[in-house]
């Protein structure tokens, strides 16, 4: 009948096709199995692999996660050398990685919400990959921002940890600089400790971490904690990575839909961002015929002027007709307007004067389409701030309610933007990037995955050869249309 056909729907929403295990307590929780009600159907559905792989994955967080006894076994066994014994191996214990402990892997942050989201993201997938639990240091400027992901237990690494900084841990880094070539570990010459700290942040000098590569994945395998630190989607390295890829390809038929999984899978906004993102989508969303999503990151607000910037984002809107210009000739037109169409657009910025400027403007005269322009902003805090929860819930609630748009226009290069057409599974606008009082044609360019696109990645092949460029070197890894250095998922 129609109602089961509806239950059965409701229900493969509710769970996201099957992507949220059910059995969470709702009330703690509400965006969980709510946001089901606020998102379009996506076009993509998790495979069934995929799904088997994070209900597998939850018994092994249930399993090992903080405070259970094999938690507290495999930390016991755990030894982390004093600062005077840094530099020899003898300290090492070559018992830990018994078939019956656990391993782990501790996401560590930098740099701002977007990089943070996106590289959570790529932890977790390396987790879900090489069978680790996921723990995440969250400092206070990250309480109050998601819900737990995984049913009766904790990702937040326990206050108690030894592993909340690096001090006394060895690095990947030095271990490999050990290596005359630098770029094997290699299982039998090298003792590696416990703990190994793997600093995938770009650097200026940009050593090749050679974390693509199979020979490393295969000894890092006998390292029982791994901390990472990394603000990089790295997903396309693991691609890469020969006994990785077979069953990431399993897991995601669709390339460009790995975020977009195992973002929904993981990101779900607590009930103080939830009410937040409720609220002002129900205020000035919910009506409209259209959402449009504007994202503005000016990244050196001093050297570009204002004016500079709304040209290029009116350019791009009116070019691409994702909004309607105004009508000079006919400033009376819209009194007998038949088309009603409502268009509300959401501005996400640090400043207010963007959305100001657009909204004087759809004021001064009627639409050349005779749709009707509404424009929102959420909130504008002038600033980037550091160790502030409430701003980073603001900054939350911004990516979310962007990824709810039905068109995103987002800045080329912000992972803030990339946490939005990720989630949304949009392929953005991507505006492009001003340096200076400057104009640019085409004002932005249509991307052709929702994806993150991963700034730094390898630069050499697992032979040590230089690469110039993994871009199509593998299938579904293509140079990203925002920056060229960097790859993409397609
Ligand atoms: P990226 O620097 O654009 O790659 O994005 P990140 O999210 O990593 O860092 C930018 C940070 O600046 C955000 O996390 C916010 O703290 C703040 N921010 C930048 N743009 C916005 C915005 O449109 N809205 C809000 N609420 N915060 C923003």
């Known amino acids: 009948t129609n109602d089961s056909i509806k239950e059965v729907k409701n229900y493969d929403d509710k769970f996201m096709d099957g992507l949220l295990a059910s059995g969470f307590d709702e009330s703690t929780c509400l965006s969980r199995y709510q946001s089901h009600l606020y998102r379009k159907v996506s076009p993509y559905k998790p495979s069934p692999y995929l799904i088997s792989k994070l209900r597998n994955y939850e018994q092994i967080h249930k399993k090992c996660g903080p405070n259970t006894i094999a938690y507290n076994t495999t930390m016991a066994k755990i030894i982390i050398p004093s600062s005077s014994e840094t530099d020899d191996h003898h300290h090492y214990n070559d018992n830990v990685s018994d078939a019956t402990l656990c391993k782990y892997v501790v996401w560590s942050p930098a740099n701002g919400l977007g990089n943070r989201m996106i590289s959570i993201a790529a932890t977790f997938l390396y987790a879900v990959l090489t069978e680790r639990v996921l723990l995440v240091r969250f400092e206070p400027d990250m309480h109050g921002l998601f819900c737990e992901p995984f049913q009766d237990s904790t990702w937040i690494l326990p206050m108690d940890s030894p592993f909340w900084n690096n001090e006394n841990i060895e690095t990947y880094q030095s271990v490999l600089g050990k290596e005359d070539n630098a770029r094997n570990l290699t299982l039998d010459q090298l003792s590696l400790p416990s703990v190994l700290f793997i600093d995938l942040q770009f650097r200026p000098e940009d050593p090749e971490r050679f974390f693509h590569c199979d020979h490393n994945q295969e000894a890092l395998n006998k390292v029982d904690v791994l901390i990472i630190q990394s603000d990089q989607y790295f997903v396309p390295s693991l691609f890469m990575i020969p006994s990785f890829s077979v069953d990431l390809n399993k897991m995601f038929p669709e390339k460009d839909a790995v975020f977009h999984h195992v973002g929904r899978y993981l990101f779900h906004p607590s009930n103080d961002a939830w009410g937040q993102i409720t609220r002002f989508y129900d205020a000035y969303l919910a009506k409209a015929d259209e959402r449009i999503g504007l994202q503005v990151r000016v990244f050196n607000p001093a050297s570009i002027p204002q004016q500079a910037v709304v040209n290029l984002l009116l350019s791009c809107a009116i070019e691409n007709k994702i909004l309607p210009g105004i009508d000079t000739q006919n400033p009376a037109s819209n009194a007998k307007n038949t088309n009603h169409t409502l268009k509300a657009v959401l501005v996400a910025s640090l400043y207010p004067e963007y959305a100001e400027n657009l909204r004087t403007m759809y004021l001064k005269g009627p639409t050349v389409t005779g749709e009707v322009i ?34 995103l226009v987002t800045t080329s290069v912000s992972t803030f933007g990339y946490v939005a057409h990720g989630f949304g599974g949009l392929k953005p606008w991507l505006l492009y990037r001003l340096t200076s009082d400057e104009t640019h044609s085409p004002a932005c360019v249509r991307d052709y995955s929702p994806e993150p696109c991963y700034h730094f990645g390898p630069q050499h092949q697992c032979n040590g050869k230089p690469e110039q460029h993994f871009g199509t070197s593998f299938p579904h890894i293509f140079e990203c249309k925002d920056f060229d250095r960097g790859v993409k998922l397609v």
């Open 374 to 407: 509404g424009i929102y902003q959420p909130s504008h805090e002038e600033e980037q701030k550091f160790n502030d929860n409430v701003h980073n819930i603001k900054a939350l609630v911004d990516m979310y309610l962007l990824s709810l748009c039905d068109v």
